[in-house]
């Protein structure tokens, strides 16, 4: 019985791992996609700062990405930066890309 043990843990550890590596992938894209949307803003750096971390925060509404996206438009749209659905969506999928790539450079040393 204790392979069979040993092989579960193995296998929760490594679910633990991947899950774990999926959340910091996604903030850190929550956080470039703040940062990205800042500088169409125009934000100075305090307040890019402080407008990324409200992004990552954003993703906590609700479980997706929609929370994420409706508030970069919201906002874009707000600070009158001519912005679209699509275009928001394409960020999000640059700064996904860029995510994991730092991640993995991060994680390789």
Request: proline share 1%; charged share 35%.
């Given at each position: 019985?204790?392979?069979?043990?040993?092989?579960?843990?193995a296998?929760?550890?490594?679910?633990?791992r991947e899950e774990?590596m999926?959340?910091r992938?996604?903030?850190?894209?929550n956080?470039?996609?703040g940062?990205?949307?800042?500088?169409?803003?125009?934000?100075?750096?305090e307040?890019?700062?402080s407008?990324?971390?409200a992004v990552v925060q954003?993703d906590?509404?609700?479980s997706?990405?929609?929370?994420?996206?409706?508030?970069?438009?919201?906002?874009?749209?707000?600070?009158?930066?001519?912005?679209?659905?699509?275009?928001?969506?394409?960020?999000?999928?640059?700064?996904?890309?860029e995510?994991r790539r730092?991640?993995?450079?991060?994680?390789?040393g």
């Amino acid at each position: 019985m204790s392979m069979f043990d040993d092989r579960e843990r193995a296998h929760e550890a490594a679910f633990a791992r991947e899950e774990e590596m999926a959340f910091r992938i996604t903030a850190r894209r929550n956080r470039l996609l703040g940062q990205w949307a800042a500088a169409q803003m125009g934000l100075t750096p305090e307040e890019t700062d402080s407008y990324a971390k409200a992004v990552v925060q954003a993703d906590f509404e609700e479980s997706g990405e929609e929370d994420v996206v409706r508030k970069l438009l919201g906002d874009l749209t707000a600070a009158g930066v001519e912005t679209d659905d699509a275009a928001v969506r394409r960020a999000l999928a640059e700064k996904m890309i860029e995510a994991r790539r730092q991640l993995i450079q991060a994680e390789q040393g």
